[in-house]
Every structure is written in structure tokens, then in C-alpha cells.
């Protein structure tokens, strides 16, 4: 009768996980670029290496593994999998465990720079139907410029191929990390782009070749004036990404600035430990959320979801520090605002004006950064929430050397208001607070032979 109402426990552990689609790969060699990688090691003398795999590699692993040590017999190699982030990230973490030399990351990636370890990427390669893209690319009119994601860098010198007569195109290049761009060109998102191009509809349209959202709306967030039509591989068609569905997922991230704004408590989520000048971002938020006085509290959790977030009910809003693929985070499943560092700039900063390009990478946010604005403050001391309609405090500090203190006087029709915000208020003030230790008062017994066996079956429960 139970089990007509929940999930047989012998059943949830027995389940067969078919979500994941593998990638078939006939020649390792080729795929995987073996010799390419053999002369990588050799040439730079790396005893330790680091092999990193997703999970829809993963299953080629071994084969790689032993070719390389058959072709680097003088090295140890080290297979990573469960990333302690995201895929696309240098899980930079696990291989300091194994005290590797370098990184061999493979599959897609997201080409933020590392500092620490040397890496190499193998992009994974995906098919491609080039003439079906020319056929969609015809019926388009206007400058053009083409792109796609790091799957299809193997046919970069085709596609340049396919449309080399047509001077209303341009064909974009992916940037690796470390690589210099040459001056007549402009890099955003690790990708090569004229210089001349603006944020403008009446500037080039973008033609993406690719289904990677996360990618996909950042560069929609930061051109969101420009023409955007996104080929989909897998389905073979193309589609026009229209300015009013773009704008209504730009008034979704509105909404969570005002949410920033009327939060008292901030958590600052670290959610990279690889990508160059993290360590400068989180010191960045820190500054902001010091001046406008706000409590914020650092959490390092690996891969985000919702149980792990709901251990800390007291914050009300946090700030995500991670590479530009993952730092736009639909947080609508996880309780609470997750918001990216421009957006906290928006909440806080008067000098950053809503409408200009939306910055989803935190380097360009960074002092001597292109896009960094110093920090100014509210003049006001009062203004109304856009979301709860009430009145709230602007609280600051004018002076750096300024020592904080436990609250803050604010002057409100001559009425002095003390205001504490705290994490240990939250947790005063809510009626559950944990196991109660009542110290000096249980009687203590002496421990006993627990439950053996696993949760889908004890030793002592009956045998159904």
C-alpha cells in the first residue's frame, strides 16, 4: 500500500540513468588529437598530467589514457570526472590534489583563462551540415558576422571557405587563453569581432551556430540591440531571436536587482577556483556590499542546488562569482535571487546606467577593466521598493577607514531608528533553531549496536 504512494527504495537505488547521451567516437586518435597532445607533454617535459573529462566523454577515457601512456611512457596520468563546478570549467581543484604539472581539459569549454596550471584544450567535435547553413545564411540580408561554438573550431578554416566571396560577412575566430589577438580586431567572449561593430541595430547582425544557452545569453545580453539568429545544429533550421523575448528575459534580471535591493543579508557564492582573477571579483563584492553596509557571508559548495542553499535560510540574496557561462543562473527553483556582479553594481551603483551593454564576464568589471565604473553611492537617505511597495533605508559608508559597527543611525524626521541586520537575528527570531543540547540534564546511557545493512533493506527487517 506504501508503495502506491512513494517510490520503492530497492527501485530508486536499481534505476538506470539514460538522461546522459554519449558521444560515439570511432577514431580516438583523431577525435581526441593524440599526436597533438603527445608533442604538448613532451615538448614542455610534464611528468604529471591531468587527464579532464565530461561526462559524455567519460566512457572514452581509458582508450586515451592508454595511448598517451603508451606514447609518454615516462609520465603518470590522472583521469577527472564530477567536476567541482561546471564542464566547461579547468577543474583546477582536483588536479592540485594529484599535484599535477598540467591540464588536458576536454569536451566544451567556456575558454576562461587559468593561471596557475599550464592547460591544454581538445574542443569535442560535433557533425556539422555546412551546405544547409549556406542556404539559411543566403536568405539573410546586411553585414553579417558569424560564429559559432567551440564544437565547430575543427571546421573554422571551411567555414571561412564557404564564404570568403562574400566581403558582407565576417567570420569570428575563437581566441584560446594566452593568445594574443591581433590590434585590428576586438576580443569579447574569447571571440575575434571587428572593431567597428557596435551595439546597434543598424551595426552587423549575428548569425550563432550552436545550442549553448548559457553562452548564447550572454552574448544576447551584452549585443541586446543587435539582429540575433541562432542556427540549431541539431535540428538543421534557424530561428530569429526577436528583441522582445531578449528584453523580457533582461526584465527577469531586472526584477532581481530590485530584489537585491530590499536584502539586508547577501552570500557571496564562489563558484570557480580556476578562472584568472576570481580571487580580485569576490574582493570586489566585498568592497561594494561594505559601503552600502550590508552583511555578506562567503560560501564555497561546488555545484549549486537547492538542499545545499536552504541550509542558510538567513541570507536573502547571493552574489555568484563564476565564468561567464555559468553566472546567469535561472534561480526560480532555488528559493532565494542568485544575481551576477553587474547586477550588484546595478543594485548599488548610481554610475552604472541600465540599458548599456550588460557585462556577464567579471574580468571587465575589475578596475583598469573596460568596464569598470567606480563605485557611487545614493545621495538619498530613503526610497520605495519596486516590489513590496515600502520604504527603505540607503545605508553607507562615506570614509574607507570608517570602522564598521553592529547597526547603523539613520535620521528620519528627526527620529533616530537603529537598524541590526545579522545573521544570528535570523536565526534568534525563527522557532526552530536545531537540536536543543540540554547540557547536564539527559541521562547519559551507553552506546548500542545500531541498524546494519542499507536503507533499501535492513538485517532486521522482515524479508518481503
Known amino acids: 500500500m506504501v508503495d502506491a504512494f512513494s517510490t520503492n527504495s530497492l527501485e530508486t537505488i536499481e534505476k538506470q540513468i539514460n538522461d546522459l547521451k554519449l558521444i560515439e567516437i570511432t577514431d580516438i586518435d583523431s577525435y581526441f588529437e593524440i599526436d597533438r597532445t603527445t608533442k604538448w607533454i613532451l615538448d614542455n617535459n610534464f611528468k604529471r598530467v591531468a587527464l579532464q573529462f565530461p561526462d559524455e566523454l567519460l566512457h572514452s577515457s581509458v582508450k586515451v589514457y592508454s595511448k ?14 564530477d567536476t567541482s563546478y561546471g564542464n566547461c570549467c579547468v577543474d583546477l581543484v582536483a588536479a592540485e590534489h594529484y599535484e599535477a604539472d598540467c591540464i588536458i581539459h576536454y569536451g566544451h569549454s567556456c575558454l576562461s583563462p587559468v593561471e596557475k596550471l599550464p592547460t591544454l584544450l581538445i574542443f569535442d567535435k560535433s557533425p556539422l551540415n555546412l551546405n ?19 564544437s565547430y573550431q575543427y571546421l573554422h578554416s571551411e567555414i571561412v571557405k564557404l564564404f570568403q566571396n562574400n566581403n558582407e560577412i565576417f567570420i569570428s575566430d575563437i581566441i584560446l587563453p594566452g593568445s594574443v589577438s591581433p590590434s585590428e580586431y576586438k576580443v569579447l567572449f574569447s571571440r575575434r569581432l571587428p572593431t567597428d561593430l557596435k551595439n546597434s541595430s ?11 544557452t548559457s553562452f548564447k545569453n550572454g552574448f544576447l545580453f551584452y549585443f541586446n540591440k ?28 531586472y526584477y532581481l536587482i530590485e530584489k537585491a535591493k530590499d536584502s539586508a543579508i547577501f552570500g557571496i557564492l564562489i563558484g570557480t577556483m580556476s578562472v584568472a582573477k576570481y580571487k580580485d571579483a569576490i574582493e570586489h563584492v566585498s568592497k561594494i556590499l561594505k559601503k552600502v553596509q550590508k552583511r555578506y557571508y562567503s560560501f564555497l559548495i561546488g555545484k549549486l542546488n537547492c538542499p545545499k542553499l536552504n541550509n542558510f535560510m538567513e541570507v536573502d540574496t547571493y552574489v555568484l562569482v563564476a565564468c561567464n557561462e555559468n553566472s546567469l543562473i535561472d534561480s526560480k527553483e532555488l528559493n532565494k535571487p542568485i544575481i551576477t556582479i553587474y547586477e550588484l553594481e546595478m543594485a548599488f551603483n548610481c554610475a552604472r546606467l541600465w540599458g548599456e551593454e550588460y557585462v556577464v564576464d567579471f574580468k571587465h568589471l575589475l578596475e583598469n577593466s573596460e568596464h569598470y565604473v567606480p563605485l557611487k553611492l545614493s545621495e538619498q537617505e530613503s526610497d520605495v521598493s519596486l516590489i513590496t511597495g515600502e520604504s527603505r533605508f540607503n545605508r553607507r559608508v562615506d570614509n574607507e577607514t570608517k570602522e564598521e559597527t553592529e547597526s547603523a543611525l539613520l535620521s528620519r524626521d528627526k527620529t533616530l531608528i537603529v537598524q541590526n ?41 522482515p524479508i518481503k
Do not use: H
Not at 70 to 78: D, K, Y
Open 68 to 81: 598517451l601512456q603508451l606514447n609518454c611512457s615516462e609520465c603518470s596520468f590522472f583521469i577527472l570526472a
Open 132 to 150: 544547409s547553413i549556406n542556404q539559411e545564411i543566403d536568405k539573410l540580408k546586411g553585414k553579417l558576422i558569424v560564429f559559432y561554438d567551440v
Open 202 to 212: 543598424d551595426s552587423y547582425s549575428f548569425f550563432y551556430i550552436g545550442n549553448k
Open 226 to 253: 543587435n539582429k540575433f539568429y541562432q542556427y540549431d545544429p541539431e535540428i538543421g533550421s534557424c530561428e530569429e531571436i526577436l528583441f522582445n523575448k531578449t528584453n523580457r528575459e533582461l526584465m527577469k534580471r
Open 421 to 461: 541586520y545579522s545573521a544570528s537575528d535570523f536565526l534568534r527570531n525563527r522557532s526552530w533553531t536545531g537540536l536543543e543540547q540540554n547540557l547536564g540534564q539527559d541521562e547519559i546511557k551507553k552506546a548500542i549496536e545500531g541498524t546494519k545493512g542499507i536503507a533499501a533493506g535492513y538485517e532486521s527487517e
